[in-house]
């Protein structure tokens, strides 16, 4: 929009300030003339009025009331042409103009109005061309940074540039995924407070904000009816509605890259998935070909379960965030998804990033949300720890995160030593066969040649020598596991 000053400089001697005064750098919405004593009704703000001044007397109380009125429209200025009735400016508009802090500016004798207004007209057809053009040049940044190797952040940093602010890419819950420029950490990490009342509102709804001075604007990103994050911008108000647009454009391109992704990684994702199940299955041997056939790294020899379950549908939206927030090199995840669960197999050392993963997605994930994290496990042992895993997910509340590497007393695997000591009967025999055959009496006396009240007298004194209870399912698989590292099982 054209402004005060850039008319009077476009018009020079044709439109010139009253006095020693610049004109102001203010924006104009229009060019008008009137005649009249109270032009207001006709006028909706911000406009330079033309006038010959064939209304006004020289009256110092006319003049006042007419420029108050025009002040309180808000006129941006009045231009008062020269001849036609006024030789000079009257001193009682000129004193009248000052006072009110109305600018006065003055065409001169023979200066046509349409002149002004032409030039108005062309320099607003001139600024809308630049803004037009500033408007494609941003949406076709934001395309070639949708279209490169690493498009979240290169489509941050190309959103934030456009809007003269700053940008943020941000999860269902409010966890920074990406921010431009990095210092607007702080600010980006204000708007998590505001997205509990967008996720209820559903994954349509949108939010206007002022955050530390800046006029914020957050856009939902879903896929499918689904919410998948949030895009938030920041600038100094007031903001451009082509900002507006912009932040609309960088969804689309988000969530249609994330589509592309999705299909892309569908055929990894799936041989991952076989690898990942024949290890569950204690296959380690054939996950091991399967993966060197397929071109896949081998599995590692030890490894953490993070098993999820309640996720329902959205179980790639999980490995989505796991494979995101783990570097690069490392984002080719093990995992079998299944209908209601998820099945991850990661190194130790990236367990905490999948743990944060894991707890942000059961924080979202409903009523059914609820997950556990192994201790480090030998791959060889994975099938044998699963029915303990079983257990502890069924018994885990939704909306929680068990580390079963952090807890203690019930579910741990009791020390074998005093196992090992009793000399008087056969115990390791025993827990071996009862731990081997599930409980199953009958089954596990029949290996070991025994009569089943034999074996539940020796079940009974391993249970009180152990000082553990053989049939919780998590002492059961951790003592399996346990003896089987000591090669006694």
Known sequence: MPTLAELSRALGRALRPEGDAQPPDRPLTGV?????????????????LLTTGAALTGDPAQARLYAARLVERGVAAVGLGLGPVHRRVPPALADACARAGLPLLVVPDRTPFLLIARTYWGLLAEAGQEELNAALGAHRDLVRAAAGPNPVPAVVRSLAHAVAGWAAQLTPQGRLVEVWPRDRRPTARLIAGELGRLRAAGPHASATLPIDGDHVVVQPLGRQ?????????????PMRARDRQLVLAACSL??????????????????????????????PAAARDLAADLGLPAPPTRLRVAAVAGS????????????????RDRRHVLAAVGPDEVWTLVPDGDVPV???????????????GRAVVSSELAVRDLAGHLPGLRAALARTGTGTVRDLARESGPGTA?????????????????????????????????ELAVHRNTLRHRIATATRVLGADLDDPDVASATWLRLRERGLA
Do not use: K, N
């Open 32 to 48: 008008h003339v009137s005649e009249l004593t109270d032009p207001t009704p006709y006028l909706e703000g911000g406009e330079l």
């Open 354 to 368: 999948v743990q944060a993963c894991v707890t942000e997605f059961v924080a979202g994930a409903g009523s059914g």
């Open 254 to 283: 988000l969530a249609l890259q994330s589509e592309h992704r999705r299909r892309g990684m569908a055929g990894s994702r799936a041989t991952r998935d076989a690898v990942a199940r024949l290890l569950l299955l204690g296959h």
């Open 225 to 237: 009816g689904r919410l998948t994050g949030f895009v938030a911008i920041g600038c100094p108000p």
């Open 414 to 446: 009791p020390a074998l030593e005093p196992l090992l000591a009793y000399t008087r009967s056969d115990l390791v025999g025993a827990v071996v066969a009862y731990l081997r055959h599930r409980g199953q009496w009958e089954a596990a006396a029949r």
């Open 312 to 327: 329902g549908a959205a179980g790639p939206e999980l490995l989505d965030a796991v494979e995101t927030a783990l570097p």
